[in-house]
């Protein structure tokens, strides 16, 4: 169902893609926009549970997408080094692909938030339950299921090894 990567002696392993994901703080959504535009937009997010997870308004382009189709790509790019000299950048990302899906139970969608308020904003446990808590009416949660990823770098980062 998903193609093989081309350039497959780039390809990360999982546990590498895995550590991109989780160290990674912001990537970018891309799902099927309006008359059948893709519509791509940056957003910060976590990697919790093997799932994607970030909060947005509840209402909007995004979210109208992944209501028409809940099939989305994301894509965090790692590092990206210019190297002028070569004419090239040594680069590390990872993409995925997957069904996004609105979390609509109000104790799942509190413990997403609190997730993502952990990695922004570690400890301040009592400062980040008032935020939430200032904040939970007026956002959404997504919560993307992976189906497939791959992590990818620059054959001269691969030659490296």
């Known amino acids: 169902m998903f193609r093989k990567m081309r350039r497959f002696r780039q390809e990360l392993s999982q546990e590498e893609t895995v550590a991109i994901l989780e160290r990674g703080s912001s990537g970018v959504l891309a799902v099927s926009g309006d008359d059948g535009y893709p519509y791509a ?3 910060s997010y976590v990697f919790a549970d093997g799932k994607i997870i970030f909060h947005c308004a509840k209402q909007g382009h995004k979210l ?4 028409n189709n809940d099939k989305v790509s994301f894509c965090v790019v790692d590092r990206d080094d210019v190297k002028a ?4 950048t040594y680069f590390a990302s990872v993409i995925v692909f997957g069904r996004a ?3 609509e139970d109000d104790g799942e969608k509190r413990a997403a938030i609190c ?6 904003r570690p400890g301040h446990e009592e400062e980040r ?3 939430v808590d200032r904040e939970f009416g007026g956002m959404s949660i997504v919560e993307i299921q992976i189906e497939h990823m791959t992590g990818k770098e620059a054959i001269e980062l ?4």
């Open 41 to 43: 937009v940056p957003l």
């Open 85 to 88: 000299q070569e004419y090239t």
């Open 158 to 161: 691969t030659k490296r090894r």
């Open 101 to 103: 899906r609105i979390v």
């Open 64 to 67: 109208d997408a992944i209501r």
């Open 115 to 120: 997730t993502l308020a952990e990695k922004y």
């Open 129 to 131: 339950a008032a935020a």
